[in-house]
């Protein structure tokens, strides 16, 4: 075994992985489970759809798909945990439902609760979560969350283009190359 090789298991939140397909922070360690994001962005100038509705977004169309795949060769498809995500909006209505995910944008109160392990002011654009920033029946139905290179949590209108900086959970019992 590479002595630079750990499982990820033993990566705290905050360090790094480093793959082929760049850096992933880890953001929390859960019963044999992962949560990273990639440290840089993945994807800039995607538009998120038609919509702020994820499930029907070209952003949950390229995690999905391109995303996903390059994920997949990596790491290997049956290592990444797909899971329910709850739709809820900023202001916490819940007209979008839930949706099942393999790889996808980080949510709102996930923003919120990572958020000093996201900052990376080395990012040259926002990039998009997967939450509505509220409903049309509140008179809101233009926009999604973002968040910025410092943390900051704004909306932006989803026709607008912002990056995408991908989330995913890995079974813990892989063996990964830890960052410095």
């Not at 926009?143 to 909306?155: H, Q, T």
């Amino acid at each position: 075994m590479n002595e630079n090789k750990v499982l990820l298991s033993e990566v705290k939140p905050g360090e790094t992985i480093n793959t082929g397909i760049g850096a992933f922070i880890v953001l929390e360690q859960t019963e044999g489970e992962t949560k990273v994001i990639t440290k840089d962005l993945f994807k800039t100038w995607q538009e998120f759809g038609s919509s702020p509705d994820y499930k029907g977004s070209h952003v949950k169309q390229l995690c999905e798909g391109e995303i996903y795949d390059a994920f997949a060769k990596e790491f290997g498809a049956e290592n990444i945990v797909e899971h329910e995500v709850d739709l809820v909006t900023v202001d916490m209505q819940q007209d979008y439902g839930k949706v099942n995910c393999r790889v996808r944008p980080i949510t709102f109160d996930e923003a919120r609760q990572y958020n000093e392990l996201l900052v990376n002011k080395e990012l040259d654009d926002w990039y998009w979560t997967c939450t509505p920033w509220s409903t049309p029946a509140r008179g809101w139905s233009w926009s999604v969350a973002v968040v910025s290179p410092s943390g900051r949590i704004g909306n932006d209108d989803f026709v607008v283009s912002d990056a995408v900086r991908p989330f995913c959970i890995l079974k813990s019992n892989i063996f990964v190359s830890k960052g410095e």
